[in-house]
């Protein structure tokens, strides 16, 4: 039976961020890491301005609102998170800063706390080498837990066992899931896991259809959304994931899953390179500087 009080979420990010806001809105008490004093402040508007149109719209009450953002701890230092009962980390996706961290976290967390990671697509078997070289025995207790944008609205949460996750830390990061009101379910350790190994192709290639002038974007995206029912076209999704983030999760697959058929377009690699990476940036597929009409 999971005895979790606090959870600490590193990275303030639109993950962290998300992550965060859903756990204390689901009564836990949270330690939001980040270093970057910035994107902390920026975080901490974002969950008055998220909370409060809860409120107006009527989904939440006033006082409940407050307590929410009163259990969120906004801090910069990694040694505050050194009591809680839970971690989830959500930093950016390089896997040399995700095991130092892991590694942090094994020689500091105590030892029944499971260290959860948000990666999109670094390998979780990885991360967990890491962590059982830094202490013995934390590998077993490394998971993944893949949570998706925007965490507050989307419900699945893809639990990623890795070849050393014990059952006790799996079976734990379910019942977690479930308190935080989303709907766990496992994939196993493999390039993209099962969600981005299906979306990013589908992504990748709707900007081949859009290289080769099959249709305009806005057109591939109206037929994906009104033929296929997406909430989102191909391409905007690209945009509002960030193409970057396409890019680096194609480069994962293909070198994973050593199949050049997983190479990102040349379309995508291009505007990346320009600078053009989505709602981020301003402007990726799509321009977003202008008002919208
Ligand atoms: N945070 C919290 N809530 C948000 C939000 C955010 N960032 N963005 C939207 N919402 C909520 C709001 O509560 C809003 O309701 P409200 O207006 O009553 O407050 C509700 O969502 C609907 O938002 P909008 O009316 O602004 O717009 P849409 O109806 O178009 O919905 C969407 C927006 C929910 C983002 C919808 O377009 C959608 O589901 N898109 C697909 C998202 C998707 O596929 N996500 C997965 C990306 S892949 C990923 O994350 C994995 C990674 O590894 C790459």
Redesign the pocket.
């Known amino acids: 039976m999971l005895n979790v009080k606090t959870i600490g979420v590193i990275g303030a990010g639109?993950m962290g961020g998300?992550i965060a806001l859903v756990a204390a809105s689901n009564k836990f008490n949270v330690v939001l890491c980040e270093k970057s004093a910035d994107q902390l402040h920026k975080c901490e508007a974002d969950h008055k301005k998220?909370l409060g149109?809860e409120v107006e719209?009527q989904r939440m009450q006033q006082a409940d609102a407050d307590a929410a953002l009163k259990r969120i701890k906004y801090v910069q230092a990694m040694d505050l998170i050194r009591d809680c009962d839970f971690v989830v980390e959500a930093v950016v996706e390089s896997s040399q800063v995700k095991r130092d961290i892991f590694a942090g976290l094994a020689r500091m967390m105590r030892e029944e706390v499971i260290l959860a990671t948000n990666t999109?697509?670094i390998s979780i078997t990885e991360i967990a080498a890491a962590a059982e070289v830094a202490h013995k025995g934390a590998g077993q207790r490394v998971i993944g837990m893949?949570f998706?944008?925007?965490?507050?609205?989307?419900k699945l949460v893809e639990v990623i066992k890795g070849l050393q996750t014990s059952e006790a830390t799996t079976s734990g990061t379910i019942e977690l899931a479930k308190l935080l009101g989303k709907t766990p379910v496992p994939a196993n350790d493999r390039a993209g896991f099962v969600?981005?190994r299906v979306?990013m192709p589908l992504i990748n290639e709707a900007f081949y259809a859009w290289m080769e002038g099959v249709a305009e974007p806005a057109h591939i995206d109206e037929i994906m959304k009104l033929g296929c029912n997406f909430?989102?076209g191909p391409l905007r999704?690209a945009d509002?994931?960030g193409l970057d983030?396409c890019e680096h999760?194609m480069n994962v697959l293909a070198d994973g899953l050593n199949n050049d058929r997983y190479r990102a377009c040349p379309l995508l690699r291009q505007l990346v390179a320009a600078g053009r990476l989505g709602d981020k940036s301003g402007r990726g597929v799509f321009d977003y500087t202008q008002p919208a009409k």
């Open positions: 639109q998300g998220r149109r719209k999109s697509s893949h998706f944008n925007p965490v507050p609205v989307m969600s981005n979306l909430p989102m999704l509002f994931i983030t999760i």
